[in-house]
């Protein structure tokens, strides 16, 4: 029986990872699940001890502040770089296989073409700096463990894009979202299944970039939601990043490459617009 361990259980992917391994098959009785309260990623000998005895521990502890990290990049650090560091050295001393969770904002942003799995790391944010050190922490104290980087991520659990253009639709009349940044909105349980796969199969180590095929804008993924809705998409206006300044800059081109899983001949994450449909009833359900 395979004992399962879900850092950061109480996100939107660790919560969806716990829905998957159930899914799946996986008792509940062999996944812990760590959330923040349970498990200090920062505390070397607590994170050991909390791991020992899994075979399996996936890491989506993380601090993911984007904005609030440009101030606080001391706090990030802790979590994102010193905590990863951690949960590697964990999984080497305790014998279990460690999925790391990263991001798209380990590259600059800059390019014309998807970034490769091995593309130069080059972040232009607090945010990704301190995930760029995690990686590299991981790297260094557990080389056979599984980097899986992804972005633009939505789901049931936790607030995110999908659900603020929900609730606007019903609160504006018209809704002005950025048009010159490009990426791949990516479900959750999406993430959640193809962790599972890379697991189940054995696949190679190293990183991998598990986002949904295809690309768009945030003003075209709000008017994928507001159709999705039964809401007219011409009421989401584009507007330029200069338009919406933020503290921390935000990537121009977030597309991910994904090469691993074609080398691999492991299936691809689906098409974004697709998971979109299947996941809108989910995200937007009322909480109970």
């Not at 090469?259 to 492991?266: G, I, P, V």
């Amino acid at each position: 029986m395979t004992r399962w361990a879900v850092t950061g259980a109480g996100g939107q992917l660790g919560l969806d990872l716990q829905v998957a391994l159930a899914l799946s098959g996986v008792d509940d009785k062999s996944v812990t699940a760590l959330t923040r309260d349970a498990l200090d990623v920062t505390d070397r000998d607590a994170v050991r001890e909390a791991l020992r005895g899994h075979d399996v521990v996936v890491n989506c502890a993380a601090y993911t502040k984007v904005d609030a990290a440009e101030t606080h990049e001391a706090d990030a650090f802790a979590v994102n770089a010193i905590g990863a560091a951690n949960v590697a050295i964990a999984c080497r001393d305790v014998g279990a296989k460690l999925v790391h969770v990263s991001t798209d904002y380990v590259f600059a942003g800059d390019a014309q073409e998807p970034y490769a799995e091995d593309a130069p790391l080059a972040p232009r944010s607090a945010y990704g700096r301190t995930k760029a050190a995690g990686e590299w922490a991981v790297q260094a104290h557990d080389p056979q463990s599984w980097i899986v980087r992804t972005a633009w991520l939505y789901g049931g659990g936790g607030p995110n894009f999908v659900k603020t253009m929900a609730r606007l639709a019903g609160e504006r009349q018209t809704v002005s979202v950025v048009d010159d940044q490009r990426g791949q909105p990516t479900w959750t349980m999406d993430v959640a299944e193809a962790i599972l796969r890379l697991v189940a199969e054995g696949a190679p180590r190293g990183v991998w970039h598990a986002t949904s095929q295809g690309e768009t804008t945030w003003c075209g993924f709000a008017r994928a939601v507001f159709e999705g809705l039964g809401h007219d998409p011409d009421r989401v206006l584009p507007i330029s990043t200069a338009g919406y300044p933020l503290p921390a800059p935000r990537p121009a081109y977030s597309v991910l490459g994904h090469d691993a899983w074609r080398m691999a001949r492991l299936p691809l994450l689906p098409p974004w617009r697709e998971s979109l449909v299947r996941a809108l009833p989910e995200v937007v359900a009322p909480e109970a």
